[in-house]
């Protein structure tokens, strides 16, 4: 195994034994228990770290989905609603096709949009359960599950590369963006995000073999975690001081990455006869090629025509659009100016950069009159752009103003959603 990058590393640093490769701790009965006690107080203590904000942050969402009752009841109605309401309003749009897929599998190619390792894990929880017709606590199980593995993750991760400081800011902030909610709804954001940033963490420390399974997974999960082959390409290169010829076998792991989608090519060729049916489905959706500008200024211009700033059509353009620019913004900032990352960290910017202008090639067709539609759920996955936005947070009025425009949108935007308004 390759040694990590030094600056990484949180474990105690060991002389490299004779022989041996560089910063590897050598075999010794002595020292495997000491090397688990560090691991196993490395990721406790990022537990603890991150779990009163999550209980917080689901105790906010529980009490929102209750009150949320109050938004489709008359005023001084005497009938009431049934507790479990508040949890099947969380099953909206997105989470009837996982269920269906979970329940009866692909039915029709155009449901191959929604690539499946979160479906296949809601089916693993009815299995598990014994519960075959009710995937929607199983959804909520996998997404809260993974939800909970990836903050701990994204502590850790961004506390090894930066500070402790930086990590707990970069959860906040990205625990009240205004579409954080849908990281505990039914649907697969939580569970990719999770398996990219598993793989990034792997990668940072030239763990070749486990970040490629990650990676794995994460392209199971959404076609987006193939960029992650970007930030695996620049660490290998770079753990090595780019040079070519101190490559080994273990650059092979590298296709671990695409095969989690080639996996889902060849079960929609056994199932289809079409090898890239979840990429022909995207017309199905009105998902169609267009320059990464095209949805941008399309948003822009049906806001320009629309009956005025408090129409639907402009308010829910404002919605997708502001969160896309903004965190345009964050990626640029990490590439240049005051705040931009080291050459060791660039890791990070080629898979912001690279997710980001993928997700812009496609914006929806139809009307034309709501392009970035779901855009500002997308944004979640750019993660360091929230450890960018960590290190602008130092300032106080920045810390001071984006929680309370954040929070307010993201209240927002879950009662809308919890009451069966388009928040897609």
Known sequence: MESSDPKISADPVVDA????????????????????????????????????????????????????VLFTQPDFTRKG????????????????????????GYDWPWRTAFFPLYPLCVKA????????????????????????VLFIVFYQLVCEDFDEERARRAMFYLWIFPTSFFLVAPYNESLFICF???????????????????GF?????????????????????????????????????????????????????????????????????AHHLHGPWHGLIGSAKAILISDGILSFQSQRNLMDLVPSLFILTLIILSIVGPWRMPRSHWSYCLYAVAVYIFLQLFPIGGTGLFPLQSQARYML???PAFILMAGIGKNKTFNLYYPLIAASVLFFL??????GHWVL
């Open 414 to 419: 879950l009662t809308q959603y919890l009451t």
């Open 217 to 285: 997974f994460a392209s199971l999960t959404r076609s987006t975690g193939l960029f992650l082959l970007l930030p695996f390409g620049y660490e290998y290169l770079r753990q090595r001081d780019f040079s070519f010829k101190s490559m080994s076998m273990n650059v092979v792991s590298v296709g671990l990455i695409p095969a989690g989608v080639g996996v889902f090519a060849l079960y929609c060729y056994y199932r289809f006869g079409d090898l890239l049916a979840f990429s022909h489905a995207q017309a199905m959706w």
């Open 381 to 383: 996955e750019l993660f």
């Open 81 to 104: 609603v049934p507790l479990y309401m508040a949890w099947q309003d969380w099953f909206r749009w997105d989470a009837t096709h996982f269920r269906t897929i979970a329940v009866i």
């Open 17 to 68: 034994a004779p022989g041996s490769a560089a910063g590897t701790v050598p075999e010794t009965p002595a020292l495997a228990p000491a090397a688990r006690r560090s691991w196993w107080r490395k990721w406790s203590h990022a537990a603890r770290q991150i779990l009163p904000m999550y209980i917080a942050w689901h105790i906010v969402f529980a009490l929102t989905s209750c009150f949320a």
């Open 125 to 148: 929880w009815m299995v598990l359960t014994n519960s075959p017709t009710s995937p929607l606590r199983g959804e909520l199980v996998v997404s809260n599950l993974a939800c909970f």
């Open 196 to 214: 990219a940033l598993l793989c990034f963490y792997q990668l940072r420390h030239g763990n070749w073999w486990l970040a490629g399974i990650f």
